[in-house]
């Protein structure tokens, strides 16, 4: 079985036109109810998502201030928690790791915006050192010690998950548990279990047993309950390299995108990363997503990206 049909097969739901359309229906008029409700309140000015094209750093800062710019997410004297992918030893240009320059020019404006502390964390997959290695020395100008990869317990501590499914509890790195303000800031890719990997997968690289959440519950609904507890204020993505296929490690097919995708709301920053760019081959829509349409019809956030307000420009 190749690679595209072994994909569809096991991590893409299909969905047919009637019950799509039921799908939308429902959650039309969950949103008019106001059960869906969207970091970007009805009628607010703001776009629901900024889509910059440019460098890694200017395009990270161009995205954010298509939104409403850092201020809108953090107010002087908050405490900050990045969370870029930093769980490989790799190249930026493999597409595993998110850019370093989005990292540093995201922790550059929330010190402009008055952040009194800010973290990059990250739960490493290989030798802690090596994967935080090339963030570390990017975020090195604010002359601060604000790079972690946090791998043993006592960096951790339980937490209940309130709207939990199947996964009901955990344990979250404690610097995330005492933030005021987390932010997502994943690379684009591919993930051989999940289909993607986004913001919303990436929160399990905020906890100490994710394992778990592959050989216990299914995964894609355990990604929602544990998005439902770890839900970002802002959600950045890196789109300047899409690992489109062979996520979540590589080697594989790198597309330049030169994009970064900025929103208030993780599930439309997910769909909106689905919809843009070309994955195992393909072109498919959020809904195909098993754990973006859960999050959709859990209230989570929006995936019909279609009906929401998009701001692009060059950075």
């Known amino acids: 079985m190749n690679a595209d049909r072994f994909f569809q097969t096991l991590f893409l739901e299909n969905i047919n036109r009637r019950e799509f359309l039921l799908r939308q229906f429902r959650g039309a008029m969950l949103a008019a109810a106001g059960m869906i409700i969207p ?12 889509i910059a094209t440019g460098g890694p750093g200017p395009a990270a800062r161009k995205a954010v201030d298509l939104i409403g710019g ?16 930093m769980s490989f030893a790799h190249d930026p240009e493999r597409g595993t790791n998110t850019h370093p320059e989005v990292v540093r020019e995201l922790v550059a404006m929330c010190k402009e915006a008055g952040a009194a502390k800010v973290r990059v964390l990250d739960h490493p997959l290989r030798k802690q050192e090596l ?5 570390k020395k990017a975020c090195g100008v ?3 010690d604000m790079v972690y990869g946090l791998t043993d317990s006592e960096f951790f501590a339980r937490a209940d998950i309130p709207r939990g499914k199947e996964m009901t509890e955990t344990d979250v790195m404690r610097d995330v548990l005492e933030a005021d303000v987390l932010i997502a800031a994943p690379v684009a890719k591919s993930h051989g279990s999940a289909g993607v990997s986004l913001s919303m997968k990436g929160m399990m690289g905020l906890i100490y047993n994710r394992w778990v959440m592959h050989v216990r ?15 970002p204020r802002l959600a950045v993505v890196d789109a300047t390299r899409v690992l489109s296929t062979e996520g979540p490690s590589g080697p594989g097919k ?3 995108m030169n994009t970064v995708i900025a929103s208030p709301d993780m599930v439309a920053a997910d769909a909106q990363t689905v919809r843009m760019f070309e994955w195992y081959g393909q072109r498919f829509e959020p809904r195909q997503v098993k754990h973006i349409r859960i999050a959709h019809e859990r209230g989570l956030g929006r995936m019909d990206v279609e009906n929401l307000q998009i701001r692009e420009a060059a950075a």
């Open 254 to 256: 790198v597309l330049k």
């Open 142 to 144: 604010f002359d601060e």
């Open 39 to 50: 970091a970007p309140l009805m009628g607010a000015p703001e776009p629901d998502i900024g």
């Open 217 to 231: 519950y299914d995964l894609h609904e355990s990604i929602v309950d544990l998005a439902s507890l770890l839900t």
């Open 70 to 85: 850092m201020g809108r997410f953090v107010k002087p004297g908050q405490r900050v928690v990045i969370k870029p992918n």
């Open 131 to 135: 994967c935080i290695e090339g963030i």
